[in-house]
Structure formats: C-alpha cells, structure tokens
C-alpha cells in the first residue's frame, strides 16, 4: 500500500471536526467474526441470504435459530480487535464522531463506542413476534430452539433486520443525517453492496464529505473514494491513529 495514505488520512481525519464511520463485517474479521461474503461466510451448505429472511424464518423458524445461535456462540468467544478500539478512541477525540454499524455482532459497544447506531439490529436481542417486545437474550447457547417467549409462548425471533425487511426508520433517518453532515465520512470493511447501508457514502460525498475507504479488496464504493487504503482494519486504524 502506498505508505503516503496513511499519514494523508490521519491529515484529513485530524482536521475534521465532523466524522461519520460506516462499518461492515471486515472490521470483525480479526476478532474471529465471519464475513458475509469471504471465504468462511458459510454455515452448513447454507449462505447468509438463505437463512437471514422472513420467508426463512416462516419456514423453518428451526433451522434460522441453529444457525444464530451458531454465530451467537462464536461471536461470544470473539473480543473486539484493535480497529474497533481505534473507532472507540476517536469517539472521544474528535468534536462530532459517529459510528453506523451494519453489523449486528456487539464488538463495537464493546469497545465502548456510545453514539452507535446499528442499522441491522444486535444478535443480543430477541423479538416477540407476537407483540414485538424486544429484550436482551445472552443464553449462550440458547435454552430452546427455536426460543419462546415467556410471557405469551410465541415464538422469539432475533431483532435484526433481515433480507427484504425495511430497516428501522428512525435510525435510517439518523444514519442519513449523519451522512449529509460529516465532513469526513470513514468506511470501514464492508462490500458495499447491501442496501440502504450501501448508499450511504454516496449520499455523504453528494454532501461534499471526504470519503476514506478501508478494505483489504476493492470495491464499488473505491472509485468514488477519495482515500482508499488496501488492508485490514485492525492494522490500518491504529496506524492512523498513530499519525494523529
Ligand atoms: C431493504 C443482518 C427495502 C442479518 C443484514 C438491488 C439493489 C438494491 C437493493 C436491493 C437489490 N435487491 C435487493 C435489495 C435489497 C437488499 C439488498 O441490498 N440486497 C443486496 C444483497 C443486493 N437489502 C435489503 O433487503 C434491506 N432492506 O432494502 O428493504 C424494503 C422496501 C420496501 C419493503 C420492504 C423492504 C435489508 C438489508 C439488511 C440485511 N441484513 N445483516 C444478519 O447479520 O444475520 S445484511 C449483512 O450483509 C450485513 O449486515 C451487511 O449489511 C451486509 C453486507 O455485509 P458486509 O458487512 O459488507 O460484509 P461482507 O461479508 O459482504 O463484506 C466484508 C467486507 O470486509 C469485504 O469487502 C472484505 O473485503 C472486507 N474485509 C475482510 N476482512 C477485512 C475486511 N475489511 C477490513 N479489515 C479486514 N480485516
């Protein structure tokens, strides 16, 4: 990589006064999470678009439960890496810092980031579908698949926004905001295909932000960056941060 982006992004990111970071399933990878479409994004013969939908969950409401509580099980071994603490350092430092996950994994409140917000929900959280009363579920692994809930024996489903399901308008409104506001917009490990998540780094730079990409591959977001850094987040940031 060339070694003039790192300090150019620290220069950038040093002036701004507001910052956004937009993160995917990269920024987890080195703390052991899969991603969605690496090599080790699969579960059985099964890809994350079979199972994470409505029309899966009706079907085999079974079957979508054995395999978030696989990854509830694996993400609760996980801790979060050195990018994540990095993002959590800059919350503090830089005057007006936001960080808009589309993971649902919990590495990032973990790390101690506060003003979050998670497009796709957490895989900590459990829904009624009965009444969709949300509650904390940490039961690593679960008691019963699929779990029911205790108060009208409905069936629990995660609260995570899955494929062709709207995300929740409130924080979509909040993530746009924040993206039309930021001076410098951070996205970070993610293949930028998933939408709306996807299209928030345009509508920033349609605002006029700055935008830094990192990602050990391409992707269609690169040529609208004006930084992109080819490598892996948790290398990447603390290196930035060093240049601070
Ligand atoms: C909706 C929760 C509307 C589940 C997730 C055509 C065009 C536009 C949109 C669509 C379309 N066809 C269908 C749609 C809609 C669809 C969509 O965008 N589909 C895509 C596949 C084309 N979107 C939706 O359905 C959304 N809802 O649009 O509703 C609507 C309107 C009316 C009525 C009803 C509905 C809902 C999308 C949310 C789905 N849920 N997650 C769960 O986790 O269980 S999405 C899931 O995949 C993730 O959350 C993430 O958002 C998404 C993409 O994953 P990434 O995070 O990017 O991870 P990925 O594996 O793809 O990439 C990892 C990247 O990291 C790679 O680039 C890799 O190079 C990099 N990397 C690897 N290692 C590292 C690294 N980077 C840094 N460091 C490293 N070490």
């Not at 300090?7 to 950038?12: E, Q, V």
């Not at 990409?213 to 892996?232: F, K, M, Q, W």
Request: aromatic fraction near 6%.
């Amino acid at each position: 990589m060339d070694g003039e982006l790192i300090p150019k992004a620290a220069d950038i990111l040093r002036k701004a006064k507001r910052v956004a970071a937009l993160t995917g399933a990269g920024i987890s990878a080195e703390s052991g999470v899969p991603t969605f479409r690496g090599k080790d994004g699969l579960w059985r013969q099964f890809r994350a678009e079979d199972l994470a939908s409505p029309e899966a969950f009706a079907r085999d409401p079974k079957l979508v439960w054995e395999w978030y509580d696989w990854r509830r099980r694996l993400i609760a071994g996980c801790a979060p890496n050195p990018g994540h603490n990095t993002l959590a350092k800059w919350e503090k430092v830089i005057p007006d810092f936001i960080l808009i996950t589309q993971n649902v994994d919990g590495l990032h409140p973990l790390a101690g980031t506060t003003n979050l917000l998670e497009l796709h929900g957490n895989i900590w959280k459990v829904r009624c579908v009965n009444d969709g009363a949300v509650s904390d579920n940490r039961d690593v692994p679960l008691r019963e698949i699929p779990p029911r809930c205790p108060d009208c024996g409905a069936l629990l489903r995660p609260h995570i926004v899955w494929f062709g399901e709207m995300l929740d308008q409130a924080v979509v409104g909040r993530a746009f905001a924040a993206s039309a506001a930021c001076e410098v917009m951070l996205v970070v490990g993610t293949s930028a295909i998933v939408h709306p998540a996807a299209s928030l780094p345009l509508y920033a730079a349609e605002a006029g932000a700055v935008i830094i990409e990192i990602n050990p591959d391409p992707t269609p977001l690169t040529p609208h960056a004006d930084v992109s850094l080819r490598g892996p987040a948790g290398e990447i940031l603390p290196l930035i941060d060093r240049e601070f």
